[in-house]
């Protein structure tokens, strides 16, 4: 069993900056990569970002790309998503994800889940 707690979410202007970050504890051990996903009122779940922790592998949603930096601490179990030029359409609800691959957290498989940290974006 996995807990995820977020944090770093709040209100910013169009164009700048937030970063969150996502800690695992208790049984960590079966967490080898980490990721985030989105959800805004209305609209379904999409994935964000992830990274392994074994090669430092990365994926992003091509809505973020070149915008977003996900990394992550191995050691603290802890993985962080850098949000730059953000835009109203980044407003969401941001939910942390671990799991046993980067492909199964990509997919939203097999994984635990945070209970979620707001992100608004004014225009």
């Known amino acids: 069993q996995v807990q995820l707690v977020e944090s770093g979410g709040g209100l910013v202007q169009a164009g700048g900056s937030l970063r969150l970050s996502c800690a695992a504890s208790?049984?960590?051990?079966?967490?080898?990569?980490m990721g985030w996903f989105r959800q805004a009122p209305g609209k379904e779940r999409e994935f964000v970002a992830a990274?392994?922790?074994?090669?430092?592998?990365?994926d992003y949603a091509d809505s973020v790309k070149g915008r977003f930096i996900v990394s992550g601490d191995s050691a603290k179990k802890t993985v962080y998503l850098q949000m730059n030029s953000l835009k109203p359409e980044d407003t969401a609800v941001y939910y942390c994800?671990?799991?046993?691959?980067?492909?199964?957290?990509?997919?939203?498989?097999?994984?635990?889940w945070g209970p979620g940290t707001q992100v608004t974006v004014s225009s």
């Open positions: 208790g049984r960590t051990f079966s967490t080898y990569a």
């Open positions: 994800a671990a799991g046993l691959a980067l492909s199964w957290v990509v997919a939203g498989t097999g994984g635990s």
């Open positions: 990274i392994s922790w074994s090669d430092d592998k990365t």
